[in-house]
């Protein structure tokens, strides 16, 4: 066999071993660690939440803080100075095959009375399902999920977490979703889910990438307000003018995020030292900044750019900073855009969730005198909201999904299908 032939045949083989390695990853989170246990598992009821600091007041200082803060390049805090992490694949798939019944037990190590929260669906789905719908999940429920998330994923082990203080942060963010229609925690849930099944298949990222992924998911849209970065701009509201007018509301999230991390009680990073705080809260700020509509066609552009090998190995090319950027943003994004790509029953839910937000911001602009959004007004008709949800679907979801498919790591098959059944859905309708 030539050179050439022999390389080809062994990338051949380190693909289908990375393959494997994944399937036994995804098999042991519902298997090992999910199916043997009862699909209710203990988990600790939070009679003494931490209280958080005001929002409202806090949010200059905030920014203030923020300007200095994460994305400082001096020092070496930042996590593009060096992505090489201790831990990836390996380690991580240690940790979730350890897991059994008695990782279950840790959920009652506070002296708390212990609380049953069933899952229903965690049994026989969890994150091995690109399906999993949290829908009808009580907030206590996605608490527990998320926590949950963080254990399967070996992060509480390997960064030596304090575990009460998880549980503590996790309430605290979901907490703070407000009750809007569509941005509310059931959506924080959701996205951390399809982020926790993309990293499953992501093997060579490095645990600081999958921990500030995961939190990053869980705080993407913290204190939504319900109406998107236009309004912001055009009411000229004080979130607005903090953040220059610039992703007012995933600075705002980010933000938001920061603060409570801030809090020792909530500090999830504690246990990390400066540095490697620093490395995943950089993580944490690049993908929440990157959910912003704004920057999904130069995303997909730079995505199109690529090999579609270019992410089979990100640790190998750690060096490489606007790649690992480019991963983590293509990630949260696919997750954050994930709704509509559920089974057609689940995604015209989400649909009706996002219309009828959507429908809110529009009668508040009118309120205001401000020029009304075009797709925010006359969704009353059913043909109406279709035409707006096909449009959305069919030019902006599925050509996403379509550009990440490339990179088959990913196994995108079936949100491909699930959108085409949807587009089918709301093309029927407008
Ligand atoms: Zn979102």
Not at 247 to 262: D, F, G
Not at 287 to 300: G, P
Request: one cysteine or more.
């Amino acid at each position: 066999m030539s050179f050439k032939g022999k390389a080809s045949s062994l990338i051949s083989n380190m693909r289908e071993k990375k393959k494997e390695r994944a399937a036994n990853i995804a098999n042991s989170m519902s298997s090992n660690a999910v199916k043997e246990v009862s699909p209710e598992f203990d988990y600790v009821e939070k009679r003494d939440r931490v209280e958080v600091p005001n929002l409202a007041t806090a949010e200059e200082e905030t920014e203030s803080k923020f300007a200095d803060g994460p994305a400082e390049k001096n020092n070496q805090l930042s996590l593009w100075e060096n992505t090489k992490g201790p831990a990836c694949a390996g380690s991580r798939k240690d940790s979730v095959q350890g897991l059994s019944r008695n990782s279950l037990v840790m959920y009652q190590a506070r002296s708390h009375v212990a609380a049953s929260i069933e899952l229903p669906q965690i049994g026989s789905q969890g994150i091995s399902s690109w399906g999993f719908d949290v829908l009808d999940m009580s907030a206590e429920q996605c608490e527990a999920y998320v926590y949950h998330l963080f254990d399967q994923f070996g992060l509480i082990d390997e960064f030596e977490l304090d575990k009460n203080v998880v549980i503590d942060f996790v309430g605290a963010i979901l907490g703070k979703y407000r009750e809007v229609d569509y941005h509310d925690y059931l959506h924080a849930t959701q996205v951390v889910h399809q982020t926790g099944w993309l990293l499953l298949r992501t093997q060579s990222a490095n645990d600081y990438i999958v921990l500030g992924l995961l939190l990053a998911a869980l705080c993407h849209d913290v204190d939504h307000p319900g109406n998107n970065n236009g309004f912001e701009i055009q009411a000229d509201t004080e979130l607005a003018r903090i953040y220059a007018y610039d992703s007012v509301l995933e600075r705002h999230h980010c933000a938001t995020a920061l603060r409570v991390l801030h809090n020792d009680k909530l500090n999830v990073l504690k246990t990390l030292g400066r540095d490697d705080s620093f490395k995943v809260k950089s993580v944490l700020v690049h993908a929440i900044l990157s959910t912003d509509m704004n920057e999904h066609s130069v995303l997909m552009g730079r995505l199109e750019e690529l090999t579609p090998e270019v992410f089979d190995d990100i640790e190998e090319q750690s060096h490489n900073t606007q790649l690992t950027k480019c991963l983590i943003a293509a990630i949260i994004h696919t997750a954050d855009l994930s709704t509509n790509a559920m089974d057609l029953g689940v995604a015209k839910r989400w649909g009706n969730k996002c219309l009828e937000e959507f429908k809110c911001q529009g009668e508040k602009e009118k309120e205001k005198g401000l020029v009304v959004t075009s797709f925010m007004e006359n969704l009353v008709e059913d043909k109406d909201r279709c035409k707006i949800q096909f449009g959305f679907v069919k030019f902006v979801c599925k050509p996403w999904f379509l550009t990440m498919s490339k990179f088959e790591m990913f196994e995108l098959d079936e949100p491909l299908a699930n959108l085409n059944a949807v587009i089918g859905y709301y093309d029927e309708g407008q």
